[in-house]
């Protein structure tokens, strides 16, 4: 199906309506035991207007670039280091370099430049899931500030600064011990106690750009911050 960008006309938004009506139905649907009802406030979104499209269907559309608003969880993120979600940014290059966490002289390596040159960019992807089973990676790329986190974008050396990342992010998801019981004999005497981590994600909208550049396919967030 075709999915014209922001704003649809009357029919297209009709057809798209129908269609999230039927793939999503925000007081029923199950997933996994996942209710993908209408989410706890966690994010505002801009174009709250929007239809909700499936990453099935995005998945599928040839239409690119193109923008969405999604109904997703997280289910995993990179870097795994969260305080490598920040990167410093040349401004001359117009790109970032890899972090050094000890407290040598920030430089890029490839224009060499120093000082007031050198910006940090909160860069890092989140993998989110919905209820069509489909997996699509988002990433979150903001120079100086992130829109999306509410939050300035430092080398996070500092604990204030990094305790405050984990705090926005912990309205997305939050990590859960559970716990498994094994028997390992016929009667039952003897179990065993496996524990386990999990990471548990909140559903929440997001709006997303899908776009090709010379590494492939990326689907970015936009107009969407965590409240
Ligand atoms: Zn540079």
């Not at 997933?31 to 239809?51: A, C, D």
């Not at 305790?163 to 390992?184: A, G, H, I």
Request: proline fraction near 5%; hydrophobic fraction near 35%; aromatic fraction near 8%.
């Amino acid at each position: 199906m075709k999915i014209s960008s922001s704003p649809p006309s009357p029919q297209i938004s009709k057809a798209i309506n129908d269609h999230s009506n039927t793939s999503i139905d925000d007081s029923l649907l199950i997933s996994e035991g996942l209710l993908f009802i209408r989410p706890l406030k966690v994010t505002h979104i801009e174009h709250f207007n929007m239809p909700i499209t499936n990453i099935k269907t995005i998945l599928k559309s040839k239409n690119i670039p193109n923008k969405y608003r999604c109904r997703v969880r997280v289910v995993d993120y990179i870097p795994r280091k969260i305080v490598n979600f920040t990167r410093p940014y040349c401004t001359v290059c117009k790109k970032t370099f890899e972090k050094s966490m000890d407290n040598s002289l920030v430089c890029c390596n490839r224009c060499k430049s120093t000082g007031a040159k050198i910006k940090y960019a909160f860069l890092f992807s989140l993998l989110v899931e919905d209820n069509s089973k489909c997996f699509l990676p988002i990433i979150i790329f903001e120079i100086d500030k992130s829109e999306f986190l509410g939050l300035p974008a430092t080398d996070l050396k500092n604990p204030k600064d990094f305790e405050e990342l984990k705090s926005r992010l912990k309205k997305l998801w939050v990590f859960k011990t559970v716990s498994d019981n094994y028997c390992v004999n016929e009667n039952k005497k003897l179990t065993l106690t496996h524990s386990r981590t999990i990471l548990c994600g909140n559903i929440f909208d997001v709006c997303i750009e899908r776009y090709k550049n010379t590494q492939g396919i990326r689907q970015k967030v936009f107009d969407t911050r965590i409240i």
